[in-house]
């Protein structure tokens, strides 16, 4: 993810994931970044069964800045993620038990 401030608002972009939101401050965009994502997934997962609509990486000119900026800068960069879902065990299996006669 690359958070940015351009002096009035933050703005977070994934890259791994093509989302993005802004916020007034770098707690408020992190946590409206995870939130939102987060969302977006239960929502696919509700609506799709699935999440294979989220799973794009974010444009080429994004992983550029990204890269530029870091070695550029030679910022230190880290990664961490952590996301949980409830999954219906009939969408992970398609299991359909019948009942014996």
Do not use: C
Request: charged fraction near 25%.
């Amino acid at each position: 993810m690359i958070v940015k401030n351009d002096g009035e608002r933050w703005s977070a972009q994934g890259l791994e994931i093509d989302y993005a939101v802004d916020g007034g401050s770098f707690e408020d965009v992190t946590n409206e970044f995870a939130h939102g994502l987060a969302l977006t997934i239960d929502e696919n997962l509700r609506v799709f069964g699935h999440i294979r609509n989220v799973l794009k990486v974010a444009p080429a000119q994004v992983w550029a800045e990204f890269f530029e900026d870091t070695l550029q800068d030679k910022f230190e960069v880290t990664h961490s993620q952590l996301s949980i879902h409830r999954i219906p065990i009939a969408l992970l299996f398609q299991v359909y038990l019948e009942k014996a006669a």
